[in-house]
């Protein structure tokens, strides 16, 4: 299918929350008795227009743009390291804080990437199939229900490699980040379905994962295209 302005804008802004909270997870917050990653209001907007994509496109075509957003993210991992070990002008005293923030260290550069692959595809994966399970019907099932498996593996896998052995570390961050999550999931869905059934009405798209290769790495499309059931 051709890529229509509304996929494009959809595409920008979930590979822009995906790098946005990549710079600003380093950051660990106290909200009352919740210890949580800066990122947790902007990283589930991501899984949000996953959602989003999956819904209305097809997995086919959300797992372009999760490779997408991966690749973007390389992009500006690779050159926020460029722009690190260049020289530092003489009047600048920020490298500190720069390499601080921004210099990635292969650990969490591994946690951050192995969580968002994993939890990217199995929240697609299963929205996909609960679609075709429900006939198109409860969309709500499946958001939550994807939200539930996919961003508690991103959260697993992404806080146990980056802060275990740290002093911030804990297992009940893992289930604050991931329960924060959810509930932001929860209460953006009456928006999931204004935004879905907007989109499949101007589209005039609704796909059904019936044949589609479930292969995050292939590029074969098998899907059809089907009316809302």
Not at 108 to 121: K, M, V
């Amino acid at each position: 299918m051709n890529a229509s302005p509304r996929f494009v804008v959809i595409a920008a802004v979930f590979v822009t929350c995906l790098i946005t909270a990549n710079v600003i997870a380093v950051k660990v917050v106290s909200l009352g008795p919740l210890i949580l990653p800066a990122a947790i209001f902007v990283f589930p907007l991501s899984y949000i227009f996953g959602d989003v994509l999956t819904e209305v496109y097809g997995y086919h075509q959300a797992r372009k743009i999760i490779w997408l957003g991966f690749a973007c993210n390389l992009v500006f991992v690779f050159f926020a390291w460029v722009g690190q070990i260049m020289p530092s002008a003489p009047l600048w005293e920020g490298q500190e804080a720069y390499v601080s923030i921004i210099g990635y260290t292969p650990r969490l550069l591994s946690a951050s990437f192995l969580g968002y692959l994993a939890g990217e595809f199995t929240n697609s994966f299963i929205m996909a199939k609960m679609k075709v399970i429900t006939r198109g019907r409860w969309l709500w099932t499946r958001t939550i229900g994807s939200t539930l498996v996919g961003q508690g593996l991103d959260t697993l896998i992404f806080i146990t490699l980056a802060f275990v052995g740290t002093p911030v570390f804990a297992l009940v961050m893992v289930l604050h980040h991931w329960l924060a999550k959810i509930v932001i999931e929860v209460a953006a869905t009456p928006l999931t379905y204004l935004t879905v059934n907007s989109l499949k009405k101007r589209e005039g798209t609704d796909i059904y994962d019936h044949e589609t290769n479930f292969n995050p790495f292939s590029i074969r499309e098998r899907q059809r295209k089907a009316a809302r059931q």
